[in-house]
């Protein structure tokens, strides 16, 4: 198993909430397992893991579709247990995967403008657990939602943890999210540093609804978000299944941006569930924008590079 170490690279382009790259590889003699780094959880945001795992779970994609590409024939078996999802192991013929090294490299998110436009139907019909909501339906929950999170001291400082917003940052090019991965001009990242230094003091003067106000708009267009309904307590599976539909999805030219705070926040994503008829709430694993981008996103750090 240790021809995967030179893969490692490209198994680290699997996409991770605040771009923490949580996953951890220990190799053993015929078995690689698969665990978590707890200084790179989100405890604040993600308080049941369920981002945590769902990363974990497209870590372990792309780690088989990389490595079926590499003609090495590696499986993964489910064995949750202290810090660990399972284990990479040998199997008798490289992972089925229509997918490729190279789609793993030209996936990322783009939190840009997008094209006005739905998803086709038959585009839609093949991405299994994903429901499919009108933006314009979401855009009165991202604004309540933005509010609850940005309201909140511990999940603002969590966030600001993992901003690079200035290339002087020492981890600018290993984690986190970039300005230029956020997609905000100088000015934009220079006012979002400076509004969360001053947080503390703002904070009661209303700096949350500014915040929050930054996202205005973002919905109110023509397009198309994808929420993955599935069980609680099965997201690494899940995890796997969203790193698929977002490759099928970057095969056909349209870009995810993920809108997760919706699902965050109790009562918006109770009121989501309620829209959607979804009975549990807790069944609502991500939420995601989705469209054509007018223009690429600029590709984000990785503690491992090629
Ligand atoms: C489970 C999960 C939740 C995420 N939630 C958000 C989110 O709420 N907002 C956002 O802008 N990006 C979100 N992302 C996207 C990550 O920030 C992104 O994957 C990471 O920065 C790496 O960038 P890349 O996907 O372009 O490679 C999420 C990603 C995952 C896997």
Not at 42 to 57: A, F, H, N, V, Y
Not at 112 to 123: C, F, K, T, W
Not at 149 to 157: C, P
Request: net charge neutral; glycine share 10%.
């Amino acid at each position: 198993m240790n021809e995967l170490r030179a893969l490692e690279p490209d198994f680290w382009r699997a996409p991770s909430a605040h771009n923490t790259q949580p996953w951890t590889l220990t190799y053993g003699a015929d078995e690689v397992a698969v665990g978590w780094d707890p200084a790179r959880a989100l405890p604040i945001s993600d308080p049941t893991e369920r981002d945590l795992r769902l990363s974990l779970g497209a870590f372990v994609e792309c780690c088989l579709i990389v490595s079926a590409d590499a003609g090495l024939s590696v499986a993964f078996r489910p064995d949750p247990g202290p810090l660990r999802a399972g284990f990479l192991h040998g199997a008798a013929q490289p992972y089925r995967t229509p997918f490729t090294t190279a789609d793993v490299r030209a996936r990322g998110a783009n939190r840009g403008e997008y094209h006005p436009g739905r998803l086709p139907d038959e585009v839609a019909a093949g991405l299994g657990g994903m429901r499919r909501v009108a933006c314009r339906e979401l855009a009165d929950l991202l604004l309540a939602a933005d509010l609850h999170q940005f309201g909140d001291r511990e999940v603002t400082r969590e966030l600001r943890a993992w901003l690079r917003l200035t290339r002087r940052h020492r981890r600018y090019l290993l984690d986190g999210l970039s300005d230029r991965a956020l997609a905000l001009s100088r000015l934009e990242s220079l006012a979002l540093r400076a509004s969360l230094a001053l947080y503390p003091a703002l904070r009661p003067l209303g700096l949350p609804r500014v915040l929050a106000g930054a996202s205005r708009g973002l919905l109110d267009y023509d397009g198309d978000v994808l929420v993955l309904v599935g069980a609680a307590g099965d997201e690494v599976e899940q995890g796997r299944l969203l790193m698929r539909h977002w490759l099928t999805l970057s095969g056909l030219g349209y870009t995810t941006h993920p809108l997760s705070q919706i699902i965050d926040c109790g009562p918006t994503r109770e009121e989501l569930a309620r829209r959607l008829g979804v009975d549990d709430p807790a069944s609502l694993l991500h939420v995601a924008r989705v469209g054509r981008p007018k223009a690429p996103a600029a590709p984000s750090a990785r503690v491992k590079e090629g």
